[in-house]
């Protein structure tokens, strides 16, 4: 079978109208399908498509293709995904991280180089941090640019799978070899298990800047977005009824655990950013802003913690 032989037939097996997932881009999942099995980019694909795939790696092409016509995700498939110019070990225990994240990382980055950029270092807490994406691009990038001496981050998450998902991917990304690289650096890292700031390890601590991507879609909308086979766990997308259940503790929570002119930012999305606004500045926090997304949706909400951050005492949880 060769590359051409083989892309054609399973554009015929994913645009199936028999099918009850239909792909949208049914070129592109195959491309990288083949570009994973072969280890080549998708020029190679076009300009060698008559090369043998042989037996054992069309079977394995033949495999994807049927985990993708149930609408499984490509990254799934592949267990990986690109963020911020990093590959993501990723399965169904975790968010496959999205485009609009990386404007929370934007953010993160422009406000530890403007508001801490005199401070030789630099505190960082990931909450809700699935894959560990965000904490890993902020701090990824921090290092490579030598913005501090020293930079703490502890990225927190409920799910002990999530949690051994996001160990792997700081483990690959931050520490080894040919990273950016914490090997060579006084900076650390920490992964801890917990419902938001319920965990003993958060207690007496203090962060500059807390950034999170927490569960905020509608509870209705989330049986929506599942129902297309994605299988992205329900537990890192279900926000409750209005999608502000875990957003609501952790804002009228996190106050005690920011610096003085600390920041604490959010991806809240479309469907709740002028409440979670609204709960920012009920609870104390100032300067709030939105950020929107490249479609001009409200993506990212920000606050910064008042100078009587101590006046504030942590609500259980």
């Not at 998902?165 to 690289?181: G, P, Q, R, V």
């Amino acid at each position: 079978m060769t590359i051409r032989d083989a892309r054609k037939k399973a554009y015929s097996a994913l645009t199936d109208t028999n099918l009850t997932y239909s792909t949208p881009s049914p070129f592109l999942d195959i491309d990288c399908f083949l570009m994973k099995l072969l280890n080549v980019d998708r020029t190679y694909l076009i300009a060698r498509d008559d090369e043998n795939l042989g037996e054992d790696l069309y079977d394995r092409f033949l495999h994807m293709l049927e985990k993708r016509k149930t609408g499984l995700p490509v990254a799934y498939i592949l267990q990986e995904k690109e963020f911020w110019g990093l590959k993501f070990y990723v399965n169904e225990s975790v968010l496959i991280p999205k485009s609009d994240t990386e404007i929370l990382v934007e953010q993160a980055l422009l406000c530890a180089k403007k508001d801490f950029s005199k401070c030789s270092g630099f505190t960082l807490l990931d909450l809700c941090c699935g894959s560990g994406c965000a904490g890993i691009a902020i701090m990824h990038t921090l290092l490579q640019d030598k913005v501090f001496k020293f930079i703490s981050c502890t990225a927190s998450d409920i799910s002990s799978e999530a949690l051994s998902i996001a160990k792997i991917n700081y483990k690959n990304l931050l520490y080894a070899s040919d990273s950016a690289s914490l090997k060579d650096s006084y900076s650390e890292t920490e992964l801890v298990q917990s419902d938001l700031f319920s965990s003993p390890v958060f207690l007496d601590r203090q962060f500059d800047l807390i950034v999170s991507n927490p569960p905020y879609v509608p509870s209705s909308m989330t049986d929506e977005l599942l129902m297309d086979g994605r299988s992205e766990p329900r537990l890192a997308l279900d926000g409750g009824i209005k999608g502000l259940d875990i957003l609501e503790r952790l804002i009228k929570n996190a106050l005690p655990y920011l610096k003085k002119g600390g920041t604490l930012m959010l991806e809240t999305g479309e469907y709740n950013a002028y409440e979670t606004a609204e709960l920012l500045r009920s609870s104390g926090f100032t300067n709030i802003e939105h950020v929107k997304d490249l479609a001009g949706q409200n993506r990212v909400v920000i606050g910064k913690s008042p100078d009587n951050t101590d006046d504030f005492l942590p609500h259980t949880g």
